[in-house]
Structures are given as C-alpha cells and as structure tokens.
C-alpha cells in the first residue's frame, strides 16, 4: 500500500496528489500532515480502490478530496477520512453516487460554518462536467452521523 506520511503542502494550487490505479482492491493512505491554500482539490483520484486520509490538517482549500467525476475511464471510488481538521475548507469529499462512490467520515473536526462534509455528483463521460445532485448523509454513499462532526 502506498503511503504519504506526514507531509505538508504549504501552497498547493490545483492539486497536492492524485491517486491512480486499474485495480478496485487498490488502497492508499495519507497519515498525518495537512494542506494549505488548495485553490482546487488537495487530493485527486482518478483511478480505483479506497483513499484513507488520517491525522490530516486542511485549511484554505477548495475540496480535502474528489473523486474523478470525468475521467476516461469510471471507476468506484472510496474515501475514508478519520482524524481530519478543516479550517477555511469548502468541501471535505466529493463522490460521483452513480459509479457507487462511498464516502466514510469519523473524527472529524470543522472550525467555522460553510464546510460541506460530502457532496455527491452523477459522474459523466471525459469531455463533460459533472453534475452536483446533492449533499450530506444518507447512509449508503456519504456515511456518517452528527457524532462523527464537530463544530468548532
């Protein structure tokens, strides 16, 4: 399993990383560091398997994560986000529920108001832009419940 350990990303601009492989048992992990000043995305994945993001600090980003919504080939695609703290973040993750994206949440901490924890898109051909269709829990696609937040 790949793993990015402690790292910081001082200016990250479009994105940090971008997880990328053909195999549905693929997992990566980010353990430990943070992200700042994310224009865009910190993480970009475009392949499939499960992204785990532990111990992680984001602030001043666009989206902690998002699932390639567009990309050439669709693929299911899984977050787990334990132990995060967003300040000034617009998104934690960003799913396509029509390819059966999951998004799991638990410790997780948001200074602030105005940080979506999970949007959900219908993931569409290369040379579209996906559709946003939602947000929040619903207990198959963005998972979690109002103890795994907390609002600071």
């Not at 396509?96 to 959900?120: H, L, P, Q």
Request: proline content about 2%.
């Amino acid at each position: 399993m790949p793993v990015v350990e402690i790292v910081w990303w001082n200016d990250v601009g479009e994105d940090a990383a971008t997880f990328m492989s053909s195999s549905s048992s693929a997992t990566y992990l980010v353990d430990g560091g943070g992200a700042k000043s994310g224009s865009d995305k910190v993480f970009q994945h475009n392949g499939a398997g499960t992204v785990t993001i532990r111990n992680f600090q984001v602030h001043g980003s666009g989206k902690l994560y998002r699932a390639c919504g567009n990309c050439s080939t669709s693929y299911r695609r899984n977050v787990v986000m334990d132990g995060v703290t967003a300040r000034t973040t617009k998104v934690l993750a960003g799913i396509n529920t029509n390819w059966g994206d999951t998004a799991r949440f638990s410790r997780i901490t948001v200074y602030g108001s105005g940080t979506t924890i999970c949007e959900k898109y219908r993931g569409v051909p290369k040379g579209s832009e996906p559709v946003k269709i939602g947000s929040g829990a619903d207990g198959v696609n963005c998972l979690y419940s109002s103890s795994d937040i907390t609002i600071r």
